[in-house]
């Protein structure tokens, strides 16, 4: 008998561990799934927060990388900033492709205007192809456009990239 009530307890908190997904959201999982939700905050140039059905979540930019802010990386501002016209404000479409590490739904997003937001970054000469966890073509022949014509980040000619830039720079404490 005794056996039997902790394998109900063990299936029960199997089941339920099954249905919590990152950031707390209720148990909805976002990723492989698509909806519109509302830009409320931009945190870099391929980070920002979208609210959906009252909830927050943290939505990283799928296949791109794009100059830190936080730790100064020259275009880190302007990334955040070329982010934030295309889409602040705005209802946008999510397409959720997997959480991160840090709980943020890697996805593609689409604007009002029907442009695909990580590929615009890109055409801005804000962000590089995240090659380390992008093998998407398009997103490749974007940035070799881009470089090639010396659009935005591309005008200096020793742009280093973000995962570089945090490779050099000493850990930042914990808040």
């Known amino acids: ?46 980070t920002m927060e979208v609210l959906y059905q009252d909830f927050p979540i943290k939505i990283r930019l799928a296949h791109i990388d794009c100059p830190e802010k936080r730790r100064s990386q020259p275009y880190g501002q302007k990334a955040k900033k070329a982010l934030s016209d295309l889409c602040f404000g705005q209802l946008v479409e999510i397409q959720g492709q997997k959480y991160d590490r840090y709980k943020r739904l890697i996805a ?23 090659k380390k966890y992008s093998t998407d073509l398009l997103y490749a022949r974007l940035e070799i456009t881009v470089r090639k014509n010396k659009v935005g980040l591309w005008q200096d000619s020793s742009a280093i990239a973000p995962w570089e830039w945090r490779k050099s720079k000493a850990p930042l404490p914990r808040k």
């Open 1 to 46: 008998m005794r056996l039997g009530k902790v394998s109900l307890l063990l299936l029960l908190l199997t089941l339920q561990a099954c249905f919590i997904q990152p950031g707390g959201n209720k148990g909805i999982n976002y990723s492989n799934l698509v909806f519109t939700a509302k830009v409320i905050r931009i945190l870099d140039g391929d």
């Open 108 to 130: 593609v997003v689409i604007n009002h205007k029907k442009q695909i937001i990580n590929q615009e970054m890109l055409k801005l000469g804000m962000a590089w192809h995240f």
